[in-house]
């Protein structure tokens, strides 16, 4: 989406097939995770989100996975359209504010 | 509809100049957030607040200012101090601090 998608990693897939998009978080002491979207020229949304207890969370087509021992974090979009186009990054919360991921550009083609 | 405002989307500014961002949200939370994003990184925070008449820095506060005098608005002003001010501007809310936050649709500045 304009310059903010220049040099970030790119997944490029087809309609209907699913997508997976994985971000790496640094801190152990992170308790809880957002996933947002970013379309070309407009503010970060909020997709889902998931707290440290927990290891799976499930929205409408759209899954998070939360692996503690490797501090890895996954957003798996079902049958993904169009529409799904944009940048995917994450947010952990540490010490203090929300730390963001730089970003995966997703790339779907009809 | 509650949401918040950022305006305007695209702004342009002379050197030596200070320039103000918008941001209002109506959305009624309490904490309120500036973020700086360029190409290929992940989002700055520049200030943030946590309620009405207070501000802390962020992560790269140098040559930027806040006020906090409303609930509902939290000005970013680029000063002539910010060398390298071109970049896409993000205000974030949420309903206390380090909790979700809405985002606003973002201005993008650059030098003239």
């Known amino acids: 989406g304009e310059s903010v998608g220049l040099h970030l990693p790119t997944l490029s897939v087809q309609e209907g097939d699913n997508s997976i998009i994985n971000c790496a978080y640094s801190?152990?002491?992170?308790?809880?995770f957002i996933w947002y979207k970013q379309e070309s020229g407009k503010g970060p949304q909020f997709i889902i989100d998931?707290?440290?207890?927990?290891d799976k969370r499930q929205g409408q087509r759209v899954t998070v996975l939360l692996n503690k021992t490797v501090k890895h974090l996954s957003l798996q979009i079902a049958a993904t359209q169009p529409g799904d186009s944009a940048v995917y990054f994450c947010?952990?919360?540490?010490?203090?504010?929300?730390?963001f991921g730089k970003g995966t550009m997703l790339l779907v083609s009809p | 509809d509650g949401g918040i405002t950022q305006s305007p989307k695209y702004l342009f500014r002379k050197e030596g100049q200070n320039v103000t961002l918008s941001c209002e949200q109506n959305?009624?939370?309490?904490?309120m957030y500036w973020y700086r994003q360029d190409p290929g990184q992940g989002l700055r925070l520049i200030y943030y607040?946590?309620?009405?008449?207070?501000?802390q820095k962020g992560d790269i506060a140098e040559g930027y200012s806040v006020s906090r005098e409303k609930k509902e608005s939290f000005p970013l002003t680029v000063t002539s101090a910010q060398k390298n001010p071109t970049a896409f501007y993000l205000c974030?809310?949420?309903?206390?601090?380090?909790?979700?936050?809405?985002f606003g649709d973002g201005t993008r500045l650059s030098i003239l």
């Open positions: 974030a809310s949420s309903t206390g601090f380090n909790q979700p936050q809405h």
């Open positions: 801190n152990s002491a992170s308790d809880y």
């Open positions: 998931i707290r440290s207890n927990m």
């Open positions: 947010a952990e919360r540490g010490y203090s504010t929300l730390t």
């Open positions: 959305l009624n939370h309490d904490a």
């Open positions: 607040s946590q309620i009405v008449n207070d501000f």
